[in-house]
């Protein structure tokens, strides 16, 4: 499966933005999916998790309340409001066929190649 993120972009902070992640090839109706993201200098951290069956969705503390993860047949989402200088970094989409919306990097397969999201104060 070839995931392709897209959506970041440069946003002030309280805005909102919308991040996708296409999958080629196949459909992503029984794949668990995740959010991750990377700033400079610091480890990739879990953002959020939507279980295969999408009966189930996952949160990191610091995103609750704000972002919001969803799944259709072809793509991936994460909308993200009330945006703070803090969220700014490189967000990986990431799934694994019949995963249940893991919170480790090493619980997915397959991996997009990132979109910068900068929010500016």
């Known amino acids: 499966v070839q995931l392709q993120a897209s959506g970041g972009g440069l946003v002030q902070a309280g805005g909102s933005l919308r991040l996708s992640c296409a999958a080629s090839?196949?459909?992503?109706?029984?794949?668990?999916m995740g959010w991750f993201r990377q700033a400079p200098g610091k480890e990739r951290d879990f953002v959020a998790a939507i279980h295969w069956s999408g009966a189930s969705t996952y949160y990191a503390d610091s995103v609750k309340g704000r972002f919001t993860i969803s799944r259709d047949n072809s793509q991936g989402y994460l909308q993200m409001n009330s945006l703070k200088p803090e969220d700014t970094a490189v967000y990986y989409c990431?799934?694994?066929?019949?995963?249940?919306?893991?919170?480790?990097?090493?619980?997915?397969?397959?991996w997009g190649q990132g979109t910068l999201v900068t929010v500016s104060s």
């Open positions: 990431a799934a694994h066929r019949y995963g249940s919306g893991g919170r480790r990097p090493t619980e997915y397969k397959y």
């Open positions: 090839g196949r459909t992503l109706s029984s794949y668990g």
